[in-house]
């Protein structure tokens, strides 16, 4: 199996994190760590995989909790009586959200992607972390920053600054990749009309989701230096990653998992 880390997270005392890849060899839509039920694999090889993966990262996959993803913008919080939920199913994850904070330590909070961006905010003074999915509509409704509010508000005294906060920004669909519509260049006016970039050789304007997102989390206090950003890119890499658009609407899912040791 390989695996990705955020540098500058990876050291933070008692974080656990890691975003999965394909795993291997890949000969097909699904092959060979695909981590979602609901994209048309077989349910007992997405279990297995989530096995798998438990046992090479050393947690318990019994108490994961996964989201049901709607590319929206709601983030619910995740505490013991939740563990498990969406750990071997789709049905039982969290409903109707993009988003999952955990403070309780031994809860595995999982979010899947196969383009968009998956961001993992960290309070490390607060021992909070979220998982956000992160597609164009959720960014230009600026699901990262209410995360990021969200870790400030919940269960903490107000005073928390989000200028302590770090955040990792993982791989998702690199400018060159990501062409958009009319309606998706009004959306990013109003966070960041720099992101929308257009060039003569390209028909249409392209998206720069990763600057969409920075612009996004700076603007509520996180500094620009406490967010770092992997630069690759599922449909360049379709040989490491999913990618939705590289794979043409049929395709796994590869994640990001986070927890707190303890």
């Not at 990763?210 to 690759?232: F, S, T, W, Y």
């Amino acid at each position: 199996m390989q695996f990705l880390r955020f540098d500058s997270l990876k050291n933070i005392p008692h974080l656990r994190h890691t975003i999965t890849t394909r795993g291997g060899a890949c000969n097909g839509p699904y092959d060979e760590l695909n981590l979602a039920y609901h994209v048309g694999d077989d349910a007992s090889r997405v279990t297995e995989n989530r096995k798998k993966l438990a046992e090479e990262l050393g947690y318990d996959a019994a108490r994961l909790v996964a989201a049901q993803q709607v590319h929206g913008t709601r983030i619910k919080p995740v505490w013991e009586e939740l563990a498990s939920r969406g750990a071997f199913d789709w049905n039982s994850a969290r409903p109707q959200c993009d988003g999952l904070i955990v403070q309780t330590p031994q809860i595995p909070v999982l979010i899947q992607v196969a383009d968009c961006a998956p961001l993992l905010i960290v309070s490390q003074q607060k021992h909070m972390l979220a998982v956000v999915h992160a597609g164009w509509r959720g960014a230009v409704e600026s699901i990262a920053s209410d995360a990021a509010i969200r870790i400030k508000f919940l269960w903490v005294e107000k005073s928390l600054q989000t200028s302590e906060f770090k955040v990792g920004i993982g791989p998702c669909l690199c400018v060159n990749c990501f062409e958009i519509g009319p309606e998706v260049v009004e959306a990013t006016q109003k966070i960041a009309p720099e992101a929308v970039i257009q060039r003569d050789d390209w028909e249409k304007p392209h998206l720069d989701l990763r600057l969409l997102l920075r612009r996004d989390l700076e603007n509520v206090g996180v500094l620009p230096e406490n967010i770092e950003v992997m630069p690759q890119c599922p449909r360049c890499q379709n040989d490491l990653f999913f990618s939705h658009r590289g794979q043409n609407g049929t395709a796994g899912r590869f994640g990001l998992i986070a927890w707190w040791e303890n």
